[in-house]
């Protein structure tokens, strides 16, 4: 990855000079990261189902790390809106690089806003600084019989059972992990994300990301101290809240849709993204799953349209093209919700049980 390292040098501003947390700095910095360091090694990082190193210091020397977390900790506390497209950026130029580094900040608001202090005073600044870099596992989250629960001991719990989809092993050192009690809680806590006797990871194989070190975790009474606890939360009340907070997904998607556009040329795709963008902005909790299913499905039809444009030379596995057909693919699926998934096969024509209303394309 040499041919990235020089850009950094030349190309990439130090957030000093920058006002922390000020929007258009930061996202003029994601841009020019994209366009120097991350879209000229987006191939070699598929290609070699390898993040190097190097691209997630970057982003913590850029602070992208912190952008989540509040300022007195080092974090950049940059509003919504601006850390979704921020993603957006990033996800165009390398949807592997960004798809492990999106998996950091669930933990940085975790810790910001937890009442356990020790917890946030030991480990907030190293976290917003990226010298601790976290993946998080959401088994105690999904619907369904608990695929990991929580056993309450003397002084913390012990996890025991499968966490089937963790990105970034390898990559990180932190593990914001769900598993569910007797009660329906799901208790959050902190684990050091390393392979022993009752922590094990199996790799997975996937169409696209295969850089993003995706695994399924398995717990075997695996003791969980008290002072690693972020929170415990009824299930019922996170997936209240879990509903409105569906945004920071979708600009995955229109990160990829982004990058077909711009190598397709203007055109009326770019219309259709501005609409996808806006439903994302200003949707609610009622509104988002129609946002995201229309995001995605942009995402595969302009993979699909770049594609045809570029003819047969697409289909070569050197090509730009066939890489975000998976990446797009890949999509339709990452961060669903049975909601999500009913827009998306309404709009696909697909036979979904309980179909919701048509969402409306984007126009």
Wanted: hydrophobic fraction near 45%; glycine fraction near 10%.
């Amino acid at each position: 990855m040499g041919h990235a390292l020089g850009a950094w040098e030349v190309r990439v501003d130090d957030p000093a000079h920058d006002a922390a947390g000020d929007s258009s700095a930061v996202l003029g910095r994601a841009r020019r990261l994209a366009a120097d360091v991350l879209v000229p090694a987006a191939m070699a990082v598929d290609s070699s189902h390898q993040i190097p190193p190097a691209h997630l210091d970057l982003l913590a020397a850029q602070g992208f790390y912190g952008m989540a977390g509040p300022r007195e900790y080092g974090g950049l506390d940059v509003e919504f809106r601006t850390a979704c497209r921020v993603i957006e950026v990033l996800a165009g130029g390398c949807l592997s690089t960004t798809f492990v580094w999106t998996q950091h900040h669930g933990a940085v608001r975790a810790v910001a806003g937890t009442t356990n202090g020790p917890l946030r005073q030991k480990w907030l600044e190293p976290l917003c600084a990226g010298r601790r870099r976290a993946g998080v596992a959401l088994a105690g989250t999904l619907p369904g019989p608990p695929l990991l629960r929580a056993r309450p001991v003397a002084d913390g719990y012990v996890f025991d059972g499968v966490s089937p989809w963790v990105t970034g092993w390898g990559h990180i050192d932190t593990l914001h992990t769900a598993a569910r009690d007797e009660q329906d809680n799901i208790v959050w806590a902190l684990l050091d994300a390393q392979p022993g006797v009752t922590l094990s990871a199996e790799p997975l194989h996937m169409v696209a990301v295969m850089a993003s070190s995706t695994v399924r975790a398995r717990f075997s009474g695996h003791f969980v101290p008290a002072e690693r606890v972020t929170g415990v939360v009824a299930l019922s009340e996170w997936r209240s809240r879990d509903a409105g907070g569906l945004r920071s997904n979708g600009s995955l998607a229109l990160g990829i849709a982004a990058r077909c556009c711009e190598l397709i040329g203007l055109g009326p795709m770019d219309e259709e993204l501005a609409s996808c963008r806006a439903a994302l902005d200003d949707g609610t909790s009622e509104t988002m799953p129609a946002a995201r299913a229309a995001a995605s499905e942009l995402a595969m039809r302009a993979a699909a349209a770049l594609v045809v444009h570029q003819g047969a030379v697409a289909v070569l596995n050197d090509q730009h093209a066939q890489r975000l057909a998976r990446e797009a693919l890949f999509l339709l699926v990452f961060g669903s919700r049975p909601t999500i998934k009913a827009y998306l096969g309404s709009l696909l024509g697909a036979p979904v049980a309980d179909r919701p209303p048509p969402a409306p394309r984007a126009s």
